[in-house]
């Protein structure tokens, strides 16, 4: 599959794994039972010891939903967006670690020969088998369970969401290991550039001009040379609030 020019890839986290991912130059890539959508977690029941995913949204816009939903409910998490070229090189040129439960990576590397790195834009299917996806539309039989049965003979059936999680065009790199492996989460290494380092930041919605402020110094010193604040648009959810409200049965 060929990433396209000019393609940006937009990761969306927490300020706190942000910091965990540009301070030790590694994405942290979780099993399918750790996804948020718990119904494609089933489709992978099998593959869950070894099979692990980073995934990435295609869309510069102002994805609010993804902001609350991936980087915290307050609003203040931000968008790590990669360059296609950082992307490329990612896939290509990147070393695979092991992570312990204190999340860092095992120092040496895991031999190539022990997994295989798969990547592909998602195949968002519905219940009936028609299947959307970024260089094709079609109907793969009658059901989701037809169409998963024809894409898993590429390997594709690593890439399935369900059609109401299209809004995120989302891109995923799946590292599948040869069998079961003893660990929750890998990483995979990408070196930072300080001149180009093809990676850029976008602060949540509700980022304080002065928490941008502060973050942009930090950031930069992990070698993040372009910066965004989403904060313009004078969004308040108070998600925090509300739900702790919803929590006590007071709404």
Partial sequence: MEIKSNTKFCHFTSIDNARNILSS????????SKMNDLAESKIHEKQDRRAFVLCFSNSEALNIPAFYLYGGIDGKG???????????????DSDIYYVNKQNKPLKKAVSKSEYRIYYDWIYY?????????KSERKQFGSSIDTALQELEKDNKHFFVKSPIWR????????????KDIPYDRISIKFAMNNKNSGVSIMCGPETKPEEYEQLKAEFRDYGVNKFKSSSDYAISMNLVDRNRQLLKGIV
């Fill in 25 to 32: 130059e590694s994405f942290f890539l979780s099993k399918y």
């Fill in 78 to 92: 931000c968008r790590i967006q990669f360059t296609d070229a950082r992307i490329r090189s990612l896939i290509n």
């Fill in 125 to 133: 299917i519905s219940r009936d088998g028609y299947c959307e996806h």
């Fill in 167 to 178: 809004y995120e065009n989302e891109f995923r790199i799946v590292v599948v290991f040869e």
